[in-house]
Nanobody, 127 residues
Framework: QVQLVESGGGLVQAGGSLRLSCAAS?????MGWFRQAPGKEREFVAA????????YYADSVKGRFTISKDNTKNTVYLQMNSLKPEDTAVYYC???????????????????????WGQGTQVTVSS
């Protein structure tokens, strides 16, 4: 199974920026970022396909967050700007690693569409 390692979380003031990284042990079909705040369910943030580079975002982060990839490093990034206290959560990266799931609706952010998960990185936005 592909291994995913996130990094880049931390504490930032509202209005600030952070960049998260997710290093994959090998190339997969697509990658996504999710987040989970205390007492809430894990939710979709953004996703990107490795081949076409197509990107998808949750409405709550459109215009503020940007997902990107570096093919040479098998690494996906999440640039987060204009952060708000409600962005506080543990952020997870995930991989679509089977063709069957890649041909499905992974871009809609369903948790079951992803085959592997990282350990998560904490992002805290202070007001």
């Amino acid at each position: 199974q592909v291994q995913l390692v996130e990094s880049g979380g931390g504490l930032v003031q509202a209005g600030g920026s952070l960049r998260l990284s997710c290093a994959a042990s090998r190339r997969t079909y697509a990658m996504g970022w999710f987040r989970q705040a205390p007492g809430k369910e894990r939710e979709f943030v953004a996703a990107i396909s490795w081949s076409a580079g197509s990107t998808y975002y949750a409405d709550s982060v459109k215009g503020r967050f940007t997902i990107s990839k570096d093919n040479t490093k098998n690494t996906v990034y999440l640039q987060m700007n204009s952060l708000k206290p409600e962005d506080t959560a543990v952020y997870y990266c995930a991989a679509v690693d089977t063709l069957a799931k890649y041909e499905g609706s992974w871009y809609r952010g369903g948790l079951g569409s992803y085959d592997a998960w990282g350990q998560g990185t904490q992002v805290t936005v202070s007001s």
